[in-house]
């Protein structure tokens, strides 16, 4: 018979078999979207991807990489695999730290465990590992190459490492161990921040062991103690950087000595420094000393994979973002200066305007072999009382102030009190933002549509809509797992009150500690369940001792115990079996390509040697992906907007990479530094009123020209937007030696581009993109990604051309084209012969909100403006083409029918298949219809109901168009039925 040791470590391999098998059968074969494209580009070529970076897990994702042996393809998949691995590690530590703690609920030696102890204690850590396994979040995280699943991995290790530790007796075995956590918790800073907050849970541990009869207050110092800790660590990380470039500017500027002088002169004191002191208390038989010394030496050798950085920005790779190849630039990316702050403690509320300025922080630059300062960060004086402690009601961009009126009831100007403030707390922040994504987890998800609710034991289906009943991440627990976790969590307080403090803290703290530090927004452009998954894993600790709870209160009813064991174990083994097969479906991403084939499409939609201007991550990310790793089309250069106001990447942009010429623009370095151009206001001077040659413009801007300056209350002077109205010289040779420009569209051709941008201010952005445009002369082909939002078309849409995913920027304007003329043959061509559909038919195949969202919607847009097209060109055949073409590869078994289907009816009409758009007709009406009964009935939302209501009323204009006077007075009533409720 096995020991309980070897038991233990046979079970938990066992568990760690069954964790990998499940992600390996279930991972991405290829780049997913959001992040993945990018860190799996950075990987593949190690690369420095956004700010803080991840080095060692690039480091990683380069080894794992290798085993693609050459296939480019395959890099992906490999990358993946990293994170496969790691979170089977994290399932594996995390089953073993059940066990420590389920053991000391028993509260004996091992060698004296019966059957049945080591029976519930085992059990008790493969239930608790495996329903972690089968967790939404977890699992999303798992098999596809993000940072969480690794830095979930380091948080696993590091907990399971210091309840390891409490059990050691021998005082030098036991500091080995602390030295271990120090030098584990250094390597994760290369991979996430999110570790660090466990460090104070670890001070209350070493109390704990230190103090056999622990106090109330040691117990707070103890957690003060490693707070300050934490603090200390999380402000050493861009500290250093900062500290090192004090020492840099006293070598550089007083000493006259070159650049990295001063830095290397630090690196070095440093090491000297902390090695005197080792080497000292080792002499002075300073134990305390000695350990800290070494701690604080490996949690710096830990922190090396930052070299990575530094290296590797001093090669500048394609993707170099922050371009951290000095202590200037490091020191921005590692204090994610990109991403501006938020306040936690004090700030403004989003109803607060700045009154003054003062000069803040210097930021430095380097000049004639020295250091100067350029500028001063802007620090904004508010009025008294619009700032407020504690704000969480703080964020005035994009369309936050209107979201925070809808959620409190605020009137427009209305000032937002401490009780709207608290109010959004604990409605928004705790609830929405976390509690919200617990209960997805543990207990249920309604579906995968964005702010989608979670399910409880008596939620019903009988007025939901048939698409959410067949959504597959309609997943009802029936609140099983929450349930165990509370008995967990109960059964521990009452029996080691010391180790449920240790784990609330660690649940709380990874959990509403990190939402009030973040400080959520009133809205994100994707789910954030994902932060949390720390607190998800200590709750997963109590689920696990559920178990031991549910023995025990068998034992009332049964006398054996090895029979209450094995009931208890077998019943609550049937918890992480049941979240299995239902998450299994919407959880395996095998076969799932269509991330890549977007980015592909989106590429392939461009002429050779383009120039696309993209916005956000899941339009540029893939891209990069596919041309970093496939080496897919290098020749487009993509510009994120996102980026562009940045001084860094408007320089790199200067510049060939790959078949990639430089991007023509005119602006110096000085003219979008740092500080520079962010917003040029918009102040009309009557004698341009009626429009300003865009070149002259970009000119003035340049030569800083006094024509188009105006004071700042600092007295600095800023440059201004004019006119709203901008025109363009058309250099017409140019355009005929480019040859792009069709016979049809020449005689639209004039002298002059002219349009309007309005009067808005401009940003740095909006100014790089236009000295692009005036530049370039039609010399490339100009490109904007039609996932843009329409202030990035900066007015020019009917200066563009529809090539499929993308608008072509051309000299002529067609009458009537307000949002771009399609040129039926260039995107025919490309629509049809140069995209690709891997599995988009699959009904088997799981597609979320994501591939939903903007990939599908621009699919279908695309296919539905090129029938649109030929249909007035007369090209019905091609027509019809194009519309089985889209009803083929995105079927509505795999892909249900959006807003942009219900316009297919009338091309069927139009194409004489009545039959096939009544058919469509009737399955959207009828969702439409499930849909907003639903809504009415107020048990829940399953879509817009804006969205439904467009639908309804598009299916019923073509009906009527059409002549279908009975589908059309049937699809009416139920269209005026909601409209009363809705309109």
Not at 248 to 263: K, Q
Not at 940 to 952: H, K, Q, T, V
Request: proline letters at 5%.
């Amino acid at each position: 018979m096995l020991t309980f040791n070897r038991l233990n470590t046979v079970i938990g391999w066992l568990v760690f078999a069954t964790t990998l098998i499940t992600y390996v059968l279930t991972v991405e074969r290829t780049a997913s979207f959001w992040d993945c494209g990018e860190f799996i580009a950075a990987s593949f070529k190690l690369q420095v991807p956004h700010p803080p970076g991840a080095p060692f897990f690039l480091l990683l994702g380069r080894i794992f990489s290798m085993l693609s042996l050459g296939d480019l393809t395959k890099v992906a998949y490999w990358i993946n695999m990293a994170s496969v691995l790691a979170s089977a590690f994290t399932i594996l530590f995390l089953f073993w730290t059940i066990t420590m703690l389920a053991q000391k609920l028993i509260d004996r030696s091992a060698s004296e465990y019966t059957t049945a102890d080591s029976m519930l204690v085992i059990g008790a850590g493969a239930v608790g590992a495996l329903v972690y396994t089968f967790s939404d979040t977890f699992w999303f995280s798992a098999v596809e190459a993000e940072v969480y699943g690794m830095s979930s991995f380091f948080t696993a290790i590091v907990v399971w490492a210091a309840f390891k530790w409490e059990r050691i007796e021998d005082d030098a075995a036991a500091n080995r161990w602390l030295i271990f956590m120090a030098y584990l918790t250094g390597l994760s800073i290369g991979v996430h921040l999110l570790n660090l907050v466990v460090v104070p849970v670890l001070a209350l541990i070493y109390y704990n062991k230190k103090y056999p009869v622990p106090t109330f207050r040691g117990g707070v110092m103890a957690l003060s103690i490693g707070l300050v800790v934490l603090g200390c660590v999380n402000a050493a990380i861009p500290g250093i950087p900062a500290l090192a470039f004090v020492v840099e500017r006293l070598f550089v500027n007083t000493f006259g000595l070159p650049f990295n002088s001063g830095v290397i002169f630090f690196v070095l004191a440093l090491v000297v420094a902390i090695g005197y002191g080792i080497v000292w208390s080792i002499r002075q038989q300073r134990v305390g000393l000695n350990t800290s010394l070494l701690a604080l030496a490996f949690l710096l050798i830990g922190y090396t994979s930052y070299l990575q950085v530094l290296v590797r920005a001093n090669f500048n790779p394609p993707l170099n973002e922050n371009d951290p190849s000095d202590v200037l630039n490091f020191r921005a990316y590692q204090n994610r200066e990109q991403y501006g702050s938020r306040s936690v403690l004090y700030g403004p509320v989003f109803t607060a305007r700045p009154i003054d300025q003062k000069r803040g922080a210097p930021i430095w630059k380097r000049e004639a072999g020295k250091y100067v300062i350029f500028d001063y960060q802007p620090e904004y004086i508010y009025a008294p009382g619009d700032e407020m402690l504690f704000p969480r009601l703080y964020s005035s961009q994009q369309n936050h102030p209107e979201l925070y009126r809808q959620m409190l009831g605020l009137a427009e100007g209305q000032k937002p009190t401490m009780g709207d403030n608290l109010k959004f707390l604990f409605t928004y922040q705790l609830s929405h933002m976390w509690w919200r994504y617990l209960m997805w987890n543990f207990a249920g998800r309604e579906s995968d549509e964005d702010d989608a609710g979670y399910l409880l034991p008596w939620s019903s289906d009988q007025l939901a809509p048939d698409l959410l009943k067949a959504n597959k991440a309609h997943d009802n627990f029936y609140m099983l797992p929450f349930v165990l976790g509370l008995l967990g969590s109960i059964y521990q307080y009452r029996r080691r009150r010391q180790d449920w403090l240790i784990v609330s803290l660690l649940f709380l703290i990874t959990g509403i500690g990190l939402q009030i530090f973040l400080n959520s927004p009133p809205s994100e452009p994707r789910e954030r369940d994902y932060i949390y998954v720390g607190s998800f894993y200590f709750f997963a600790i109590w689920l696990g001792l559920g178990v031991a709870a549910i023995a025990e209160g068998l034992r009332t009813v049964l006398r054996s115990a090895r029979l209450r064991n094995e009931l208890a174990l077998g019943a609550c083994l049937l918890v992480p079996i049941m979240m299995c097969v239902k998450s299994w479906d919407n959880h395996n991403r095998d076969h799932r390509f269509h991330s890549v084939d977007f980015a592909k499409n989106m590429l392939n939609s461009c002429a050779p040697n383009a120039i696309l201007f993209t916005e956000a991550d899941n339009d540029t990310f893939p891209l990069w992906y596919v041309q970093e790793v496939e080496n897919f089309r290098r020749d487009v250069r993509v510009c994120n907007l996102s980026l562009l106001g940045t001084e860094w990447y408007i320089q790199q942009m200067k510049r060939k990479v790959y078949e990639s010429d430089a991007v023509p623009m005119s602006l110096e370095f000085d003219q979008f530094n740092k500080g520079k151009n962010d917003i040029i206001p918009f102040y009309e001077i009557p004698g341009v009123k009626n429009g300003i040659d865009l070149k002259q413009y970009v000119n003035l801007v340049k030569t800083n020209n006094p024509a188009i300056q105006l004071p700042l209350t600092s007295g600095d002077m800023t440059n201004v937007l004019p006119s709203s109205i901008l025109y363009l010289p058309i250099d017409k040779k140019a355009v005929d030696r480019a040859r792009f420009v069709s016979a049809e569209l020449k005689p639209l051709l004039k002298d002059t581009l002219q349009w309007t941008l309005g009067k808005k201010d401009l940003y740095k952005p909006d100014l790089i993109m236009l000295d692009v445009i005036a530049t370039n002369n039609w010399q490339r082909p100009i490109y904007f990604s039609s996932t843009l939002t329409t202030a990035h078309y900066l007015g020019l849409k009917n200066y563009m051309q529809l090539e499929g995913y993308t608008y072509r920027l051309m000299p002529v304007a067609v009458p009537g084209a307000t949002d771009g003329y399609v040129n039926a043959k260039i995107m025919y061509e490309n629509m049809m012969h140069k995209t690709s559909w891997r599995e988009l038919d699959n009904p088997d195949v799981y597609y979320d909100q994501t591939y939903k969202g903007p990939p599908i919607v621009s699919a279908r847009l695309a296919f539905f403006r090129l029938t649109d097209q030929l249909l007035r060109e007369g090209q019905t055949a091609k027509a019809r083409e194009v519309l089985d073409f889209s009803l083929k590869v995105m079927p509505d078994r795999s892909l249900p029918y959006d807003q942009i289907s219900s316009n297919y009816v009338r091309f069927l009409f139009a194409l004489n298949e009545p039959g096939k758009a009544l058919a469509i007709a009737d399955t959207m009406v009828t969702r439409a219809d499930q849909n907003l009964t639903y809504t009415k009935s107020g048990q829940g939302r399953f879509s817009s109901p804006n969205a439904d209501l467009y639908i309804l009323q598009t299916i019923v204009d073509a009906c009527k168009e059409a002549s279908q006077a009975v589908a059309a007075a049937k699809y009416e009533a139920i269209f005026q039925k909601h409209l009363a409720a809705f309109g």
